[in-house]
């Protein structure tokens, strides 16, 4: 009896140690172990942002594709973007600045309608800890700002020098377009203006055209009653171009080509046209500046690493490649 009672506690501990080794591990695969399951959903929850954007004119294609590429990805990723339309006026774009303030923006996307008179209202969004990614042309000090994402406007302009050069290699008299309150533009008018020098070029006529169609077309005209023989036009962005391109049709002038910078869907079809004024577009991408803008926005509040300075390359669309392009959208 003593030795079956003995058998009988044995087995019980051999199985409390059987019980013991089928039990799962604590630190298990999600599916054994729902408690680490529910701790990874809430470290891939995303952060929710707000955030500004100021651009120079919603009237302008270019700034429309560039708020819609930033706000694709910024609501993609659970944001907001409160947008504000300065019509081109430097005042107006300070009011609203200052109204985006109030409303508890985080981060702003800024293209300064006049890379001077912007700097008072960046001290005051630096002051309210807003971070400001300043977008295609650049304020005044660049070191207000937190980042810069843009096209690289020197180059554009170099390139539309190159190929006025190659057209015309004995040169001629340009008129140049220009919007001296905008960075981006100068840059443009610059790299144009060095590639041509010496090369035997005049620049016989400069106007401030404000980067509006209008504008230009209205200075071109007075332009084209003053100077009877004129090689090239250079225009510091499409709009310019095509006001430009605009008062010489109406005048009955089919002796100039027209340069710009943007390669708009606008622009480029004008080049489908056999004889077109438009000789092409340094062409910039505000779908690509815009993906990138957001990138970086994000990687800043995140508080991850990021690119002080993002150039975006640019190309020449004209009528020898203008079917690689398409005209129905930007490249």
């Known amino acids: ?52 954007f100021s651009g120079i004119t919603m009237e302008n294609p270019y700034y429309t594709t560039l708020e819609a590429s930033i706000r694709e990805d910024i609501e993609g990723e659970g944001s907001t973007l409160i947008t504000k339309d300065p019509r081109g006026d430097a005042n107006k774009q300070i009011q609203q600045i200052r109204e985006m303030i109030s409303d508890g923006i985080q981060a702003i996307f800024l293209c300064p309608v006049d890379w001077e008179v912007i ?56 008129v140049i377009l220009e919007c001296t309150t905008q960075n981006s533009i100068n840059s443009r008018i610059t790299g144009f203006e060095e590639t041509i020098a010496g090369k035997g070029f ?48 109406e005048m009955k002038r089919t002796d100039l080509k027209i340069y710009g910078v943007d390669g708009s869907p606008d622009l480029k079809r004008e080049l489908k046209e056999k004889n077109t004024l438009i000789a092409g577009s340094a062409a910039q991408s505000p779908i690509n500046i815009g993906k990138a803008a957001a990138k970086v926005a994000l990687q800043i509040m995140n508080g991850e690493d990021y690119e002080e300075e993002t150039l975006e390359d640019v190309l020449f669309i004209d009528q020898s490649n203008i079917d690689m392009y398409g005209v129905d959208g930007w490249q």
């Open 1 to 52: 009896m003593k030795f079956k009672r003995l058998t009988a506690v044995f087995l019980v501990i051999l199985l409390m140690f059987s019980l013991a080794a089928c039990k799962k591990p604590a630190g298990g695969s999600p599916e054994d172990n729902p408690v680490k399951e529910e701790s990874e959903e809430e470290e891939t929850e995303m952060t929710a942002y707000k955030f500004g």
């Open 119 to 174: 700097t008072p209202v960046v001290k005051e969004l630096r002051e309210a800890d807003i971070r400001i990614i300043n977008l295609d042309t650049q304020v005044q000090n660049i070191d207000d700002v937190d980042a810069y994402v843009g096209s690289d406007n020197y180059k554009a302009g170099q390139i539309c020098g190159e190929k006025l050069i190659e057209t015309y290699p004995e040169g001629g008299k340009v």
């Open 202 to 249: 005049e620049v016989v006529a400069r106007a401030d055209a404000s980067g509006s169609k209008e504008n230009a077309k209205t200075e071109m005209a007075k332009i084209l009653r003053n100077q009877p023989e004129i090689t090239a036009v250079m225009c510091g962005n499409d709009q310019m171009a095509l006001g430009a391109m605009e008062a010489a049709e």
